[in-house]
C-alpha cells in the first residue's frame, strides 16, 4: 500500500484545521452533514454522468492505485528480458511461449507470443503500440473526468452556501442569530475549495504521474522486445537500458 501520498494529504487537511483552531475557530462549526451532501454528493453524481456505465469498473480500478499501485520496476523488466532472450536463443521462438504463459503482465505476455510468433519489428510495434495508446486515452480521459470533480466541488460549494443563506433568512426570527446562521451556510464552500484543493488536485495529480511512469515502463518494454527481435545478446540489452529513468 502506498501509504505516503495518503498521509500527506491527511497533514495538508489537518494543518487547515490546526490554523483554524489556532485563530480562535471551534472545529465543531465545520461539521454540517447537509452542506457536506450537497458538495460531495452533487460533485460525485455530477462526475459519474459523464461516464457510461461501462467506464465505472476502470474508474475504480484507477482509483485503487491510491492505496495499492501498480509496481513498475526496470530492474524486474530486465530481469524479465534477459530470462526471454535466453530462452529465445537457446531454445527458439516456440521457448517464448512457454515464458508467456506463466507471465503476469498481459502486455509483455502479448509481446513474448508476438515474438514467438515471428512477427516482424514493425508488426510487433504496431499492435503493442495500438494496445498501449488505446489504453493510455481512456485512462486519461478518466483523470479528466476527475479533473472535473475538482471543478465541481468549489461551484457546488457556493450553491450550498446560496441555499444556506436562503434557508437562514426565510426562517430567522432573531436578527441576532443572523451571522451565526450565515457562518453555518458558508461551511458549504468550505467543503468545495478544501475538497477539490486539498484532496482531489493532489491524488488526480498523483494518478497522472504513475500514469507517466507506466508510459515510461512500457516504453521500455517495446524497445526491449525489439531489440531481442533483432537478435541483441540479452546482457548487452541489459546494458543498453539501464539509463532509463522510471
Known amino acids: 500500500m502506498d501509504r505516503w501520498t495518503l498521509v500527506t494529504v491527511l497533514l495538508a487537511v489537518i494543518a487547515v484545521l490546526t490554523g483554524f483552531s489556532l485563530e480562535g475557530g471551534d472545529l465543531t462549526a465545520l461539521w454540517n452533514p447537509p452542506a457536506a451532501l450537497i458538495v460531495f454528493g452533487g460533485g460525485v453524481f455530477a462526475t459519474l454522468a459523464q ?3 461501462s467506464q465505472y469498473r476502470p474508474l475504480g480500478e484507477l482509483l485503487l492505485w491510491l492505496v495499492a499501485p501498480p509496481q513498475y520496476s526496470l530492474d524486474s523488466l530486465l530481469s524479465k528480458l534477459t530470462t526471454s532472450g ?3 536463443r537457446r531454445d527458439g521462438p516456440l521457448a517464448l511461449e512457454k515464458v508467456a504463459g506463466s ?3 498481459p502486455v ?7 515474438l514467438a510468433d515471428g ?3 514493425d508488426a510487433m510495434q504496431s499492435a503493442l503500440y495500438l494496445e498501449l495508446k488505446s489504453r493510455e486515452e481512456r485512462d486519461q480521459d478518466l483523470l479528466c473526468v476527475l479533473d472535473n470533480l475538482a471543478g465541481y ?3 457546488l460549494g457556493i450553491v450550498g452556501a446560496v441555499l444556506g443563506l436562503m434557508q437562514v433568512l426565510s426562517s430567522i426570527k432573531q436578527p441576532e442569530a443572523l451571522a451565526a ?4 451556510a458558508f461551511v458549504a464552500t468550505f467543503y468545495g475549495v478544501a475538497g477539490a484543493n486539498l484532496i482531489v488536485i493532489p491524488l488526480t495529480s498523483t494518478l497522472r504521474q504513475r500514469l507517466a511512469i507506466r508510459s515510461r515502463y512500457y516504453e521500455a518494454l517495446m524497445l526491449g522486445v525489439v531489440a531481442l527481435r533483432n ?6 540489452l541489459r546494458y543498453r537500458m539501464q539509463g532509463i529513468v522510471l
Do not use: H, S
Not at 231 to 236: E, R, S
Open 51 to 53: 461516464l457510461p456505465v
Open 86 to 88: 535466453n530462452a529465445l
Open 103 to 105: 507471465e503476469a503482465d
Open 108 to 114: 509483455f505476455r502479448k509481446a513474448l507470443l508476438l
Open 119 to 121: 512477427n516482424d519489428v
Open 153 to 155: 466541488l468549489p461551484t
Open 181 to 184: 446562521g450565515i457562518a453555518t
Open 231 to 236: 537478435g541483441v545478446n540479452p546482457m548487452a
